[in-house]
Structures are given as structure tokens and as C-alpha cells.
């Protein structure tokens, strides 16, 4: 299957500042990217959709100035957590696909911890 | 908005005996429902997958069953082994995803 990449992996950051993760499609052009957020031991929740070149799609309840988002290319997307605090801590994880009806494929995650 | 159900939470078998996960979806317009396997600090791994116009499908150990009139899938795994061990989620979609909660099989060697 197609391979996508997210980075950091890993990131712990102080209360107040912002994050980064990029996620990156290494050999396909991903027209849509979208972003989840795991808590431990429960499912994927969808926090936005994003397509190459538009605003993100933003789930209910999930504030999209403090999750900036951005799909600049076919390759990249990355989502910014502004003035994070200790609740942002989660597992983010990225997907992407192809096409509106093709598989999806995930990331391997980006543990965020904030102190 | 579409909603999945799985189900058990928690799933213990011995191996090489069988493992059945249910999932039910509310959305009669899905019409992609993958299965994804997740292991620890890992992001999800698609194991299989089946569109609405196939009633079944098998890949070696694994096989999924939809039934759309009642709208609910399974996973059917066989002959478990201790790798399989993980936590595996089911999901509906027409465009995005939405994923049920997951279930945590332990496979006792």
C-alpha cells in the first residue's frame, strides 16, 4: 500500500507555545488529507478534512483557530496547535487518499505532550 | 451524520481458535467499510476492506461479511495467532470515515 509520513513522531512542548506535524503522502498525490485525535485506548476522532489548495472542513466542536490547518500542496498537509495546552495532549494521526472513493491510508502518528 | 457501533469492547481468544467482530452503521448511503488494525503507538493499518455491491470477501485468514439490508459488517478472523493481537476498528464511509470504537483482541499463546 501507499506509504504516509508524519513528523515529528514524538514532540513535547511547553504550555503556551504552538506545534507543528507535518504528514506527507511519499508516493502518491493525496487530494484529500484528513487529521484525527486518538486518546488513549479509544477511537479515531475526525477533527477536520482538508483538500489540496481549499480551507479545511472543520468536525463540530473543534476549534479551528486553535487547530490551524494546511493542505499547500498534493504532498503535504500540516496541522498547527496553537497556544497548546495540557488537554492538546493526544495522539494525532494524519490519513490520506487519492480520490473521493479510494482507500485511505493512515499516517504512524505524532504523540504531542504538553507540560 | 453516519454513526458505527462495535462491538465487544474486549475480545480474549486462545490460539488458533476464531475471533468475530461486529459493527453496525447507521448510514444506509455508506458504502466503503474498512477494517484497520492498530498496534501500540501506532497509527492504524488497513487489513481489509469491502464496498456495498460485494456481500463477502476473504484475504487467507481474514474474511468480512456485509449485510446491508441490516446494515452491519463482521470481522472473522481464523486460526488466531499471538501477532494478531491488537486493536482492531471498523469504519463506514461515503466520503469521510467515521470509526467505530474499537475492540482490543488478546490472543493467549
Known amino acids: 500500500g501507499a506509504v504516509v509520513s508524519q513528523h515529528p513522531s514524538r514532540v513535547i512542548c511547553k504550555s503556551g507555545t504552538s506545534v507543528k506535524i507535518e504528514c506527507r503522502s511519499l508516493d502518491f498525490q493525496a487530494t484529500t488529507m484528513f487529521w484525527y485525535r486518538q486518546f488513549p485506548k479509544k477511537s479515531l476522532m475526525l477533527m477536520a478534512t482538508?483538500?489540496?489548495?481549499?480551507?479545511?472542513?472543520?468536525e463540530q466542536g473543534v476549534e479551528k483557530d486553535k487547530f490551524l490547518i494546511n493542505h499547500a500542496s498534493l504532498t503535504l498537509s500540516t496541522l498547527t496547535v496553537t497556544s497548546a495546552h495540557p488537554e492538546d495532549s493526544s495522539f494525532y494521526i494524519c490519513?490520506?487518499?487519492?480520490?473521493?472513493?479510494?482507500?485511505?491510508?493512515f499516517g504512524p502518528g505524532t504523540r504531542l505532550t504538553v507540560l | 451524520g453516519e454513526n458505527v457501533e462495535q462491538h465487544p469492547s474486549t475480545l480474549s481468544v486462545q490460539e488458533g481458535d476464531s475471533a468475530v467482530i461486529k459493527c453496525t452503521y447507521s448510514?444506509?448511503?455508506?458504502?466503503?467499510f474498512p477494517w484497520y488494525k492498530q498496534e501500540l503507538g501506532k497509527g492504524p493499518q488497513l487489513i481489509i476492506d469491502?464496498?456495498?455491491?460485494?456481500g463477502e470477501k476473504k484475504d487467507q485468514r481474514i474474511a468480512v461479511t456485509l449485510n446491508k439490508t441490516a446494515k452491519h459488517f463482521s470481522l472473522h478472523i481464523t486460526e488466531t495467532q499471538p501477532e494478531d493481537s491488537a486493536v482492531y476498528f471498523c469504519?463506514?464511509?461515503?466520503?469521510?470515515?467515521?470509526f467505530g470504537a474499537g475492540t482490543r483482541l488478546t490472543v493467549k499463546p
Open positions: 469491502i464496498r456495498s455491491n460485494v
Open positions: 469504519a463506514a464511509s461515503i466520503i469521510d470515515m467515521r
Open positions: 482538508s483538500n489540496e489548495g481549499s480551507k479545511a472542513t472543520y
Open positions: 448510514d444506509s448511503a455508506s458504502n466503503y
Open positions: 490519513s490520506a487518499r487519492d480520490g473521493p472513493h479510494a482507500e485511505q491510508f
